[in-house]
């Protein structure tokens, strides 16, 4: 009779142990997709933003030669003008130049 009890307990410790690892595996698995999910919704964010920037980058690069044509084209002597005055331009940030490979890195 004690053996039936003792047997009795640890199957219902067994039973509740195993309803506990099930829970939290499900729970595991549940914050698992949702952390997927905000690394989708950051990338979607973050390309929106990066194509954003080339366009940025890319109006600047035409204005800028506009300028630099214009300059050329009235200056007596433009060839050299051109040399001369060729423009640095601002740096791309680094995060506009991130490609696809280097963001699965470490």
């Keep these: 009779m004690l053996r039936e009890r003792r047997e009795g307990r640890h199957r ?3 039973f509740e ?3 506990k690892l ?3 595996t499900a729970r ?5 997709l949702e952390v997927e999910q905000a690394r989708m919704v950051i990338e979607d964010h973050f390309k929106i933003a990066q194509a954003a920037g080339w366009q ?5 690069a035409r204005r800028e030669a506009t300028y630099l044509r214009s300059l050329v084209r009235k200056h007596e002597n433009g060839p050299a003008v051109m040399e001369m005055l060729e ?15 280097e963001k699965e890195g470490p």
């Design 12 to 14: 219902l410790a067994r």
């Design 17 to 19: 142990a195993e309803e």
């Design 22 to 24: 099930r829970t939290a």
């Design 28 to 32: 595991f698995h549940a914050a698992h």
């Design 56 to 60: 940025v980058a890319y109006y600047y």
């Design 87 to 101: 423009l640095a331009g601002p740096q791309l940030p680094e995060w506009l130049l991130r490609t696809e490979a």
